[in-house]
């Protein structure tokens, strides 16, 4: 039987944490998380509490730390170091940031690891077994339209990384909280006052941040994976009216090699995989300003979508 | 006499007949249809890149190992801009085609 992160006693959860033993699986990924910080303990079990949690031994694909520097900064205007099977990846960030940088630094491993995947830069839902990818550069509101579509009943299979598996046409999810910035905070929390969302995180390199906790159903339905069959390109301009447009496939498979991550690395099997994702979708660009709208206009699409091929089906 | 000049990517814009063009040694580029445009994947470098039709035709020819000379060029349309050189030299750019001396 499976046991949840937040169905252990909190005691042993949090000894897990301190020991680095607390294995949690996380979509096709097991990593073993460790930390000794009081407020990243807890922001994990409001935000991942939901999560399988596996046995002490056995195989974990990352090993995560964060803890406190050995310098002065453990003291002096604190810090946080990630450390990725005992080595550091990266610089120090001020530990109020430890929450953002597990989320960053997690998608990293994930993106710099998981070589049997063509993986893009991307946000994932899916309803009725059609995913939809929305993809696009930072800032233009691939998690807010995420979210907005998480909140209508769409599953979430990834919020950061769509992991495509080129042999089988198939999106394998990945569901983690959704990173929020800036002012798209406040849209989502004001258009679903019940999601769980983390506390926000000031100063960062993206300005303040927050999580939104992935919802129980999707975080069960992990390992069933989705078929692409829409390809989203959102911008989201302060003021603009909703204009949708389609787009060329040549530019839909153009803007998916651009944000592809392992193209260069995985090649033929990458540009196979990306070429068949593009034949079997719809795509369109999407300029919004007003999120509920967007939604609603993207969830007509894709209806109106399934009904013609059901019609041609007949 | 081959002068360094002739040998030059440059070179058969200006003497063309004297530069024959093939396929890298062992390159085997793949190619993917979308939306009437082609997609062609060099594996030695790992890069992808979209071909206009000229540019796919040519590569295609000298994909499946033809060599190709001023002679079994396409000769350009009245009013083009474009010939076959430069095509083929954008395809030397690429990595994708190498000008030798027969």
């Known amino acids: 039987m499976t046991v949840r992160l937040d169905q ?3 005691l042993q959860a949090h000894q897990r944490l301190r020991e680095g033993n607390l294995r949690l699986a996380i979509g096709p990924v097991v990593v073993s998380v460790g930390s000794r910080l009081g407020e990243f303990a807890e922001w994990m079990l409001q935000l991942y509490g939901h999560y399988p949690v596996l046995p002490t031994s056995g195989f974990s694909d990352f090993h995560i730390r964060l803890e406190r520097p050995r310098t002065t900064r453990r003291w002096w205007r604190s810090q946080v170091c990630f450390l990725l099977d005992g080595e550091e990846p990266f610089k120090p960030l001020p530990l109020s940031h430890a929450c953002a940088f597990f989320e960053w630094g997690l998608n990293w491993c994930i993106a710099e690891r998981l070589q049997e995947y063509v993986i893009v830069h991307a946000a994932v839902v899916e309803r009725d077994g ?22 209508r009943g769409w599953r979430l299979l990834s919020d950061e990384l769509a992991l495509l598996d080129p042999e089988r046409g198939w999106i394998q999810p990945v569901p983690r909280p959704v990173g929020l910035k800036g002012a798209s905070i406040e849209v989502i929390r004001g258009l679903a ?11 960062t390199g993206k300005g303040t941040v927050a999580h939104v906790r992935a919802p129980d159903a999707d975080v069960e339905r992990a390992h069933e994976p989705a078929r692409g069959s829409c390809i989203v390109f959102p911008r989201y301009e302060a003021g603009v009216a909703l204009r949708v447009a389609v787009r060329e496939p040549a530019l839909v498979l153009r803007g998916l090699l651009d944000a592809a991550f392992n193209h260069p690395v995985q090649g033929e099997r990458a540009v196979h995989g990306l070429v068949d994702l593009v034949e079997c979708s719809s795509a369109y660009d999407v300029r919004f300003a007003d999120l509920a709208k967007a939604c609603q206009t993207l969830e007509s699409l894709v209806t109106t979508e399934r009904e013609g091929s059901r019609a041609l089906a007949c | 006499m081959v002068t360094p000049f002739m040998l030059s990517p440059a070179y058969p814009r200006y003497a063309p007949g004297t530069v024959a063009w093939r396929i890298p040694h062992g390159l085997a580029p793949v190619f993917r249809e979308v939306g009437g445009v082609t997609v062609v994947h060099n594996p030695e470098s790992g890069d992808t890149h979209f071909l206009a039709p000229a540019g796919a035709d040519l590569l295609a020819r000298l994909a499946s190992g033809e060599v190709l000379t001023v002679d079994t060029l396409p000769q350009p349309e009245f009013g083009t801009q474009t010939g076959s050189g430069d095509v083929l030299r954008e395809l030397h750019l690429l990595g994708l085609a190498e000008p030798f001396h027969p």
């Open chain 1, 8 to 10: 252990l006693p909190p």
């Open chain 1, 130 to 151: 059609r995913a939809m990818v929305l993809t696009g550069p930072p800032g233009a509101g691939k998690s807010t339209l995420c979210a907005g579509l998480m909140v």
């Open chain 1, 193 to 203: 006052p019940q999601l769980v969302m983390g506390k926000p995180i000031e100063g």
